[in-house]
């Protein structure tokens, strides 16, 4: 995806994009593979692949949910994705970037500081460490995380406000969603909406699932990790 098909897509997304964001996405772009030469960030260094897979893929969340104003979480952000891409296009978002990896998290602060990016914190914890003490913060919580739907969705629902949602951005869900409503039940959320499409030009297959959360989350979860691994809530 060159830049004009990329400026095109948005268009379909609803979002019309400025000369400085283009030039915002740019520096990340050649920030990215830099600082990849040092060390794994991303296995998708085209730049034609990075825009489409990352950059566009990133900003489908408009989709499915007003992203504006929002206090938002983006759960195993690795390089940033969606994330930073979303605080660049959405300016008045307020985000927090929580991934595991320390180096990971070295590049986020470099991004944020080139460019110049406010209201956008990074924690440097495991998923179901932070949550375990954050409860009930944020509007939204999302993930481009690979692991399952039933971890991501213990892993975040208590840092979702009542009322709030999850949305997990994933690919083919067939077996994702097997067992999945014992998880709901438990876990005090429902699902609102789902949204399936494929990527421009390549035509992978992507899947939004919105959750909307309806009571708070019990203290007992997330569990352990040991625990959350067995694919089975209690």
Same mark, same amino acid.
């Given at each position: 995806?060159?830049?004009?098909?990329?400026?095109?897509?948005?268009?379909?997304?609803?979002? %019309?994009?400025?000369?400085? =964001?283009?030039?915002?996405?740019?520096?990340?772009? @050649?920030?990215?593979?830099? /600082?990849?030469? +040092?060390?794994?960030?991303?296995?998708?260094?085209?730049?034609?692949?990075?825009?489409? +897979?990352?950059?566009?893929?990133?900003?489908?969340?408009?989709?499915?949910?007003?992203? !504006?104003? =929002?206090?938002?979480?983006?759960?195993? &952000?690795?390089?940033?994705?969606?994330?930073?891409?979303?605080?660049?296009?959405?300016?008045?978002?307020?985000?927090?970037?929580?991934?595991?990896?320390?180096?990971?998290?070295?590049?986020?602060?470099?991004?944020?500081?080139?460019?110049?990016? @406010?209201? $956008?914190?990074?924690?440097?914890?495991?998923?179901?460490?932070? !949550?375990? &003490?954050?409860?009930?913060?944020?509007? $939204?919580?999302?993930?481009?995380? *690979?692991?399952?739907?039933?971890?991501?969705?213990?892993?975040?629902? !208590?840092? *979702? %406000? *009542? @009322?709030?949602?999850?949305?997990?951005? %994933?690919?083919?869900?067939?077996?994702?969603? $097997?067992?999945?409503?014992?998880?709901?039940?438990?876990?005090?959320?429902?699902?609102?909406?789902?949204?399936?499409? #494929?990527?421009? +030009?390549?035509?992978?297959?992507? &899947?939004?699932?919105?959750?909307?959360?309806?009571?708070? &989350?019990?203290?007992?979860?997330?569990?352990?990790?040991? /625990?959350?691994?067995?694919? #089975?809530?209690?």
């Amino acid at each position: 995806m060159n830049k004009n098909e990329f400026i095109n897509a948005l268009k379909e997304l609803n979002i %019309k994009i400025t000369p400085l =964001q283009l030039e915002k996405l740019e520096t990340y772009y @050649n920030l990215l593979i830099e /600082e990849n030469k +040092k060390y794994n960030l991303t296995a998708i260094t085209k730049k034609e692949d990075v825009y489409l +897979k990352h950059f566009y893929d990133s900003l489908t969340l408009n989709k499915i949910i007003n992203l !504006s104003n =929002q206090y938002l979480c983006d759960i195993g &952000t690795g390089a940033g994705f969606p994330g930073i891409v979303l605080k660049i296009i959405f300016p008045n978002l307020k985000i927090t970037l929580l991934d595991s990896t320390e180096k990971k998290c070295k590049f986020l602060k470099l991004v944020i500081s080139e460019l110049n990016l @406010n209201n $956008i914190d990074i924690i440097n914890e495991r998923a179901e460490i932070y !949550s375990k &003490t954050t409860r009930e913060k944020y509007d $939204i919580v999302t993930s481009r995380a *690979v692991a399952p739907l039933k971890h991501l969705l213990e892993y975040s629902i !208590s840092l *979702v %406000k *009542v @009322n709030g949602y999850y949305i997990a951005m %994933k690919g083919d869900i067939s077996k994702d969603i $097997i067992g999945i409503d014992t998880y709901e039940t438990k876990l005090g959320i429902k699902e609102e909406s789902r949204l399936s499409f #494929k990527l421009p +030009k390549e035509n992978s297959l992507r &899947t939004l699932i919105k959750y909307k959360k309806m009571t708070k &989350t019990s203290t007992k979860y997330p569990r352990k990790y040991t /625990e959350i691994k067995k694919n #089975k809530i209690i």
